[in-house]
């Protein structure tokens, strides 16, 4: 039987204008290739956050700054800007992703759909031999 494995694959795709990104202090909602993402403006530096609060799902793009976090609507679960990493609970975490500003354009680099590559095991002869020799 034949492993398959997937493969991720990343690109960077246009999040928002400069322009329309958010004021010092403030949270939008975002979305890039399907990839909701909570777009942070913390002490005018942007960062991208997975928009879904691992709590309950609350969405992180319609909480707020402090500090240098972000803070859930529904129950005030708070996510380091940079790290994702939760105040509390230990060990609970939000996905960051890369951005970059580019020109007039925020870019966030995000996964493609999953790509199937087939993957043979160690000592799995290979098809492209002919058969008996």
């Known amino acids: 039987m034949e492993r398959v494995e997937e493969i991720a694959v990343t690109q960077w795709v246009r999040l928002c204008g ?25 002490n005018g530096e942007l960062s991208a956050l997975d928009n879904w609060c691992p709590h ?4 992180l793009g319609q909480g707020w700054v402090e ?3 972000v803070v859930c609507p529904w129950h005030s679960w708070v996510f380091h800007a940079k790290t994702g990493v ?13 951005l970059k500003v580019e020109g007039e354009d925020v870019l966030v680099e995000v996964a493609e759909a999953p790509v199937a590559a087939e993957a043979t095991g160690a000592g799995e002869e290979s098809s492209s031999e002919p058969a008996g020799e």
């Open 56 to 59: 309950r799902r609350g969405p």
């Open 18 to 42: 400069v322009a329309e990104a958010p004021a010092v202090g403030q949270v939008m909602e975002a979305e890039a290739n399907g990839v909701a993402i909570c777009l942070a403006n913390v």
């Open 67 to 69: 500090g240098e976090s």
């Open 86 to 98: 939760a105040e509390y609970p230990e060990n609970e975490r939000v996905e960051v992703f890369p």
